[in-house]
């Protein structure tokens, strides 16, 4: 355990300080008549491991409603198939049950074949025991991200969820469905099973603040000095727990000044650059540009700023919003970006060798997904899912670009065949120009290849003129190379696959949004 009175970072997972509304709303919420399914959301470091053990060694008391509680760190070891996760799951829920239901731990412990109808028969009979189990899935982006689960796999723990015997708590850094990579997975009815509203993990309240005081009995803050740690960090975990740690360390004052508190901030600075970095990296380069505009005139009416921008922001506690205004920016923040080298300047910096061309070039390419004014949500959220794997993860971001292509196709059809039925007229002007293989329409509405085949025929051929109401020939080449990065990215067979290559792609697939968003235009239909 930490010297530190308030751990922050290290190997065990620190106690839970403040936090007391949220912990009372999981609690109200799994221990009523009829107990929800609950998603909690966060950014890094904003504490979700700490509430969630909390959580579960709550449910664990000899008073509980649940007979065993598990809790599952989904980032470690994550499960990459269906089978893997199911047998996972079995292996989590036998260590659950092990004390008080020993029969049916052994019986999920030695499961060979169907681990889905084990685990349904185990909750089958803690159902009719009237009792039942709590499953806590930490890090559930992990599974969701690698884009390789399948709507079976949902559709299954959907049927285990619906039991009274079993009850789910998944923690995500955004909400499930922002998450989904596998196209096939959105339509599960497995997402629509949690309580709409996930419990949001952000920063400390002043009812938080008030918890974290009384473990520095020794130690009185004057009002202002407290104004100078909400102006240090907005309360944000990992930001202000360092400062109280150096003022009831290496303070020896009783009383804590408000020039001490920012003397505190400014010394434990260095030590908490590298989190300061992963939270400014995560935050979308609109939300960054936001933040630099709010330094600049000190605040900005709450309208003129896009909610996801100032809520990414707020929520790491580099601003606050209060009486419609966005202000308050995070001074430990504005220190870190002032010692920042100025980017508008820095072309040579930024792209001189090929380690910096790979880190800022995603960049460039978030800016570019940006400018897409119109463009379908659905498709936007596939191409930032995607820009987000580079360029650490090159390999994994190619499994995703089937994801983008299926999306395009549907965008498409949606406006040329609505109905899916290819109009005969154009299977027999294809006919006469004897275009290859046209039997292959006459039969269903096409799949995979084929429907780059179909997309071919209707911009235009060679011996056929174009037949599209809105998609032009240039759409139609980009989905053609796409299409085939698509395929490459399931069967990769090993392949080395190298960032460089895979930005290429990202950006075809961009343009590829970027020209169908133009040819539908205000035609275009809001797949959601």
Request: aromatic share 8%; proline share 5%.
């Amino acid at each position: 355990m930490s010297e530190f009175p308030f751990p922050v970072l290290g190997t065990s997972v620190p106690p839970m300080m403040g936090r007391q509304a949220i912990i009372k709303k999981m609690i109200a919420s799994l221990t009523k008549a009829l107990p929800d399914h609950i998603q909690m959301t966060g950014p890094r470091y904003a504490g979700k491991t700490v509430i969630l053990h909390e959580l579960a060694a709550r449910m664990r008391l000899p008073d509980s409603r649940y007979s065993a509680v598990s809790l599952w760190d989904l980032g470690h070891r994550t499960p990459v198939t269906d089978d893997s996760f199911m047998l996972m799951l079995a292996q989590k829920l036998s260590s659950a049950l092990d004390e008080k239901y020993p029969d049916y731990a052994e019986h999920l412990k030695n499961i060979k074949d169907n681990a889905y109808q084990d685990i349904a028969e185990v909750l089958e009979l803690i159902r009719i025991e009237g009792r039942s189990i709590l499953l806590i899935m930490d890090g559930f982006d992990k599974p969701l991200g690698n884009g390789q689960l399948t709507r079976n796999l949902w559709d299954q723990l959907r049927e285990l969820a619906l039991s009274p015997a079993l009850r789910l708590v998944v923690a995500s850094r955004l909400r499930l469905r922002e998450l989904i990579r596998h196209p096939e997975a959105q339509t599960s009815d497995f997402w629509n099973i949690f309580d709409p509203t996930p419990v949001h993990v952000g920063c400390f309240d002043e009812h938080d603040l008030s918890c974290l005081q009384q473990r520095m009995p020794d130690k009185e803050f004057q009002r202002g000095a407290l104004t100078e740690l909400w102006n240090e960090s907005n309360g944000f975990p990992v930001l202000m727990l360092p400062i109280l740690n150096h003022v009831s360390q290496d303070t020896t004052s009783k009383m804590i000044s408000p020039d001490m508190t920012i003397a505190a901030a400014q010394a434990v600075f260095y030590a908490i650059r590298d989190q300061l970095d992963v939270l400014w990296s995560d935050c979308p380069v609109t939300s960054q540009d936001l933040f630099r505009l709010v330094l600049e005139k000190g605040t900005i009416p709450q309208v003129e700023a896009a909610l996801h921008d100032y809520e990414r922001l707020h929520e790491r506690g580099f601003i606050q919003v209060a009486t419609r205004k966005i202000q308050r920016p995070c001074r430990l923040l504005e220190r870190y970006l002032t010692q920042q080298p100025d980017e508008g300047n820095a072309m040579n910096r930024l792209f001189s060798s090929q380690d910096s061309w790979m880190l800022h070039f995603k960049t460039v390419l978030e800016r570019r997904i940006d400018q897409i004014s119109g463009i379908d949500t659905s498709l936007k959220r596939y191409l930032v899912r995607a820009l987000n794997d580079l360029p650490v993860e090159p390999k994994m971001f190619l499994t995703n670009v089937r994801g983008i292509v299926d999306c395009v196709f549907d965008l498409i059809w949606s406006v040329e065949i609505p109905d899916r039925q290819i109009p005969a007229r154009w299977i027999q002007v294809w006919e006469s120009n004897n275009e290859y293989d046209i039997d292959k329409f006459k039969n269903g509405f096409p799949q995979g290849g084929r429907r780059v085949m179909l997309l071919r025929l209707m911009t235009g051929t060679e011996k056929s003129r174009a037949c599209a109401k809105y998609i032009t020939k240039e759409t139609c080449v980009l989905m053609d190379a796409a299409h085939e990065f698509g395929n490459f990215g399931q069967h990769q067979n090993g392949a080395e696959f190298n960032a460089g290559s895979a930005y290429s792609v990202l950006l075809i697939c961009i343009e590829l949004s970027v020209a169908l968003t133009r040819d539908i235009g205000l035609s275009l239909i809001k797949l959601t």
